[in-house]
């Protein structure tokens, strides 16, 4: 049967997501990824954090990276996902604290001097 339309493809959701959810607890989600790889149906597992940091393809693509955030010391953060040879990605760095980055947004891109950065700091503008 062919589906005519997205919305047709959504009708039965809710019914067969209770129905699916009942047949798949029988067996181990490795199980059902065989069977369905097996049957020619692309698959994957829905897991959980524990086990997507430790995921040899989210290793080996380099996704979870350690930065060096003052006061708090190494965190992991999500690495680039777009890996190009000529021009790698990569996390710069932890984000910046808050206001860090006040003066230079307000000198650079506003183009206000440094005395009225000042004026608006007194005033509790920024």
Known sequence: MKIKSDPLRAEHVVEMGEILSEVTRQKPAAVWMQEMSTAGIPCGPVNTVDKVV????????EMLVDVQVPKAGPVTVAGCPIKLSATPGKAQG?????????????????????????RLREEGVV
């Open 54 to 61: 430790k995921d040899p393809q989210v290793l080996a693509r």
């Open 94 to 118: 932890p984000a910046p604290g808050l206001g860090e980055h006040t003066e230079a947004v307000l000198a650079d891109w506003l183009h206000i001097s440094a005395d009225a950065v000042a």
